[in-house]
């Protein structure tokens, strides 16, 4: 249920786009911080309005209310509409309110240049809706100690959030933005590879064991268990496990380098400078612990 957000809340939190990471955030503001008001825009209102619907700390609202309105304007939308976006509504933003950018694909350079508001940029993960994730924080032009808090306090409410140096964000953005669903795509073509061999168990039931041991993968490092623990504890010398994860150590270290490239240069792409020189053909130093 849709409702007036008056008498004000604390913080108002204007959401410009329910796509996927707008959905996100209005689901796990909803579900951990409810006391929060929460204004969303779309290009189709009657679909915002849907989405808004089961939560009742948000609202409807056109982009001009939003942006006069809210205190983080958060523009969960594609890059290439950020420029437009800000250049038609950030004038009309409270004093103090702060800009929110989602994407390392737009500098905070530039996004200083067109707003005169404060700029924060956080990279959020779809974990965010079940209370988890890390989330990236990094302060942009005209953003304050305290303002920056603010913004990590509110985060910490449903993920782990990380201040960030921007001279990291791309590695920082994979490993926790983007580790989910390369995670997710890795799982995937693992359990691909085993149902091409079943012989009596459905696709079901191997998914659901598939999901049980990440959940078990995520309880162990949460108790403290490094990533070899967890191989030394389940490879048996000689067994099969240590030999999937010898056929693994063949070819993951080049095929792990190869995705983190990937996204070196997609990113360039998308800022529109030069290719960063690949990465070394030999993976780094193994990070342990
Ligand atoms: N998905 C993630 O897990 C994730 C994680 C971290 C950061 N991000 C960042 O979040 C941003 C949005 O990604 P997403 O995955 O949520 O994308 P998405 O699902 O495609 O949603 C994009 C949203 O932006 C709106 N939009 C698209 N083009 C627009 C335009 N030209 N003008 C105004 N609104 C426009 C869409 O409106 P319609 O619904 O009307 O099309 C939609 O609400 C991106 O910058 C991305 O890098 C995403």
């Keep these: 249920m849709a409702h007036e957000s008056s008498p004000r809340a604390a913080l108002t939190v204007g959401l410009v786009g329910l796509g996927r990471i707008g959905t996100v955030l209005l689901t796990a503001l909803g579900r951990f911080a409810p006391d ?9 209102p009657e679909r915002v309005a849907g989405a808004v619907a089961d939560w009742p700390m948000a609202r409807a609202v056109d982009p001009q209310e939003l942006a006069s309105t809210a205190d983080l304007v958060v523009l969960c ?48 993960s779809p974990a965010h809706a079940v209370g988890r994730g890390a989330c990236l924080l990094t302060a942009g032009p005209r953003a304050t100690a305290e303002q ?10 449903f993920c782990r959030p990380v201040l960030t140096d921007p001279a990291d964000a791309r590695i920082a953005s994979n490993l926790a933005g983007c580790a989910p669903a390369i995670l997710a795509a890795f799982c995937a073509s693992f359990l691909d590879a085993n149902a091409a061999r079943a012989q009596a168990l459905d696709p079901e039931a191997l998914r659901a064991m598939l999901a049980e041991s990440v959940g078990a993968l995520a309880a162990l490092l949460d108790e403290g268990a490094s990533f070899e623990d967890v191989m030394r504890r389940t490879a048996t010398p000689g067994g099969t496990t240590e030999a999937a994860i010898d056929a693994l150590a063949a070819d993951g270290p080049a095929l792990c380098a190869r995705i983190v490239e990937a996204t070196f240069q997609r990113e360039a792409q998308l800022l529109g400078i030069p290719p960063p020189r690949s990465s070394p053909a030999t993976p780094g130093t193994p990070v342990r612990g």
């Design 36 to 44: 929060v008001a929460v204004l969303a825009s779309g290009r189709e």
């Design 77 to 124: 939308l594609p890059p290439q509409a950020y420029r437009a976006w800000i250049e038609a509504l950030a004038p009309t933003m409270r004093p103090g309110a702060i800009l929110v950018s989602v994407t390392n694909a737009v500098t905070l350079e530039d996004l200083g240049r067109w707003c005169a508001n404060p700029v924060i940029k956080i990279i959020p």
């Design 148 to 157: 920056v808090e603010r913004v990590r306090a509110l985060f910490a409410r």
